[in-house]
């Protein structure tokens, strides 16, 4: 299932934004947990956890489940799928390289792209997909001030690409 999300409102500086849990984490979910982040604002956060595969299944399966019609020629039988956080499970992110144009994207800059387009699932099978992507199963979210209150407290370390 598709989630809808703010579109057009993320800086290219802010995806450059890690989050590490440290062994101060309390939440036993984020535990040894690596987060891209791509939206923190006094609105609230989100990112992806990038670090914990959930399971290797049938891209035939993901399909199914997400009421995508079965492309004629599938290439690429199977796909792992990761958890990208504990809100809305249902729910499936792709972060690609930026070979390849998703419509819609939630964020993009020069080098990847944040998306839920369907159509991405069914290039992916016909090997016309991204040459590098991760499929993700829900989302790492925090209501305002909620993420800056857990880095106070040293349950996450930022790290900064430059």
Do not use: C
């Not at 036993?28 to 006094?42: A, G, L, Q, S």
């Not at 399909?63 to 729910?91: A, D, M, R, S």
């Amino acid at each position: 299932m598709f989630l809808s999300f703010p579109q057009n409102i993320l800086s290219e500086d802010v995806f450059t934004e890690l989050l590490v849990a440290t062994p101060n984490m309390s939440d036993p979910r984020f535990k040894e947990t690596v987060i891209f982040m791509f939206y923190h604002n006094n609105e609230g956060a989100a990112g992806l956890v990038v670090n914990k595969p959930l399971l290797t299944m049938s891209i035939i399966e993901l399909l199914k489940e997400n009421n995508v019609t079965l492309p004629e020629k599938i290439i690429q039988n199977e796909i792992t799928l990761y958890w990208g956080g504990p809100v809305h499970p249902e729910h499936i992110f792709f972060i690609h390289s930026s070979d390849y144009n998703s419509s819609n994207p939630i964020f993009s800059n020069k080098d990847l792209i944040v998306t839920q387009s369907a159509e991405i699932l069914t290039d992916i099978a016909t090997n016309n997909g991204p040459k590098k992507y991760i499929i993700l199963s829900g989302i790492a979210a925090w209501d305002p001030g909620q993420l800056d209150y857990e880095i106070d407290q040293e349950g996450w370390d930022k790290k900064i690409n430059s």
